[in-house]
């Protein structure tokens, strides 16, 4: 049997299986979430707190801006909050994994994390002071948003993760908005996290769901002949 007959017939045999291999990679990037590096993050400096313990993103390299400037704009690098390293006891005990912003001089500050491909992002995670933790976070994505409240749970650590499940966003960039506690609140004057991770999974481009289309095609007409 040929591969390829040129009729109507096979012209929509194989459009048909092209798609299904578009729809079969799709199928196999959305199977299960994994975690997923930033290639990049973007953000206005931390600050030090007095008597000067350093709360910036001392590490921030391979981008633009100055890492020992409070407050001044980082682009195009990453450091603190993408190195896996997160603080084992407070912050005064230990700052350098800390990243931290006073809200006098930049409410509800934000950070834009840039990836390689389009992913699909299920999950995002941050470490979080509990003492200096945000109320809420906004999450947005391409023409999507989403905003989740806070919850450091009971634990007695000086820091945790916190989980936000179930965003469900599409796109390349992630802006993250660390949302300032109400005036009233206890500490509510900083927020501090030292590490931010993403569990999502890579959308296909589209060559290559052609590719596995084409692939598709060629081991169907393989099977037919041994069939014969």
């Excluded at 997160?86 to 834009?112: C, H, K, M, Y």
């Amino acid at each position: 049997m040929r591969l390829w007959s040129g009729s109507a017939d096979g012209t929509r045999a194989l459009a048909a299986l092209c798609l299904g291999g578009w729809l079969l990679a799709g199928a196999a990037g959305s199977a299960g979430a994994l975690q997923i590096s930033a290639a990049s993050y973007d953000m206005k400096n931390g600050d030090s707190s007095t008597p000067g313990t350093s709360l910036k993103d001392d590490s921030y390299t391979g981008g633009s801006g100055n890492p020992t400037v409070a407050y001044a704009p980082l682009a195009g690098g990453k450091g603190d909050l993408t190195d896996g390293a997160i603080a084992p006891s407070n912050w005064n005990i230990t700052p350098l994994p800390f990243v931290g912003w006073r809200d006098s001089q930049l409410p509800n500050p934000e950070i834009t994390f840039h990836f390689t491909d389009l992913i699909h992002l299920d999950q995002v995670q941050i470490h979080i002071n509990k003492g200096y933790s945000p109320s809420s976070v906004d999450f947005l994505m391409g023409s999507a948003s989403r905003n989740v409240v806070v919850n450091m749970g009971l634990s007695g650590a000086a820091n945790d993760w916190v989980s936000f499940p179930g965003l469900d966003l599409t796109g390349d960039s992630l802006l993250v908005r660390l949302k300032d506690r109400p005036a009233d609140t206890l500490s509510r004057d900083w927020i501090l996290i030292s590490e931010v991770s993403f569990d999502g999974t890579v959308i296909p481009e589209p060559a290559t769901s052609l590719l596995v289309g084409v692939g598709v095609l060629a081991l169907a007409a393989s099977r037919r002949k041994l069939g014969h």
